[in-house]
Every structure is written in structure tokens, then in C-alpha cells.
């Protein structure tokens, strides 16, 4: 059983709100689907997978330390930020 005291719940990776795609955001959707094929969106798993890769960068795990990252799908709204992922797009501005 998972206690919630062991589930982090970090609304730190939002941004500037609901679908508004973060710098931090765009990187994590790039580093899934290139290397991965994993697909992620703008707006909900693209920003947990830039809390997640931070999280990371930072140290925040202990070495051998259990970490899931829940997918929730989203590929779908990908479809709406075509412009963004443009090579040398600045077609919208990201936070």
C-alpha cells in the first residue's frame, strides 16, 4: 500500500497556466519521443516529465530509490502545438 505522505503532488511546473507550454516543458517532450517514442503533452504529462527531469538534475532521489512517473496520454493535444515544435519556430511564446 502507498501511503500519501509517499506521493509528491508539486504544482511548481505549471507556468503561466492551463496549456501554455514552459521552455522546461518543450524539453522533456523532446527528450521522450526522441530517444524513447514516448509521446507527451503540453499540457499535463510534458509539464510532470519537466518536474520529473528537475527533480532529477537536482539530486533529488537517493540512488536506488523507486520513482514512477504516471502517464496519462495527452499525445492527441499534440496536434495543437504543431507551430511550437517547428525547427526554429517562435511561433508561441513559451513560458
Request: with cysteine; net charge positive; charged share 25%.
Given at each position: 500500500?502507498?501511503?500519501r505522505s ?11 497556466g492551463y496549456?501554455i ?19 507527451l503533452?503540453?499540457?499535463y504529462?510534458?509539464?510532470?516529465a ?13 540512488k536506488?530509490?523507486r ?29
Amino acid at each position: 500500500m502507498i501511503a500519501r505522505s509517499d506521493v509528491v503532488a508539486d504544482t511548481g511546473y505549471v507556468g503561466a497556466g492551463y496549456g501554455i507550454a514552459r521552455d522546461d516543458t518543450l524539453e522533456a517532450i523532446r527528450m521522450f519521443a526522441q530517444p524513447e517514442g514516448i509521446l507527451l503533452d503540453p499540457v499535463y504529462s510534458g509539464k510532470g516529465a519537466a518536474g520529473l527531469i528537475d527533480y532529477c538534475r537536482k539530486g533529488k532521489f537517493k540512488k536506488g530509490e523507486r520513482v514512477v512517473f504516471l502517464h496519462i496520454g495527452g499525445s492527441a493535444a499534440l496536434f495543437g502545438y504543431d507551430a511550437v515544435f517547428a525547427e526554429g519556430s517562435k511561433a508561441l511564446k513559451v513560458v
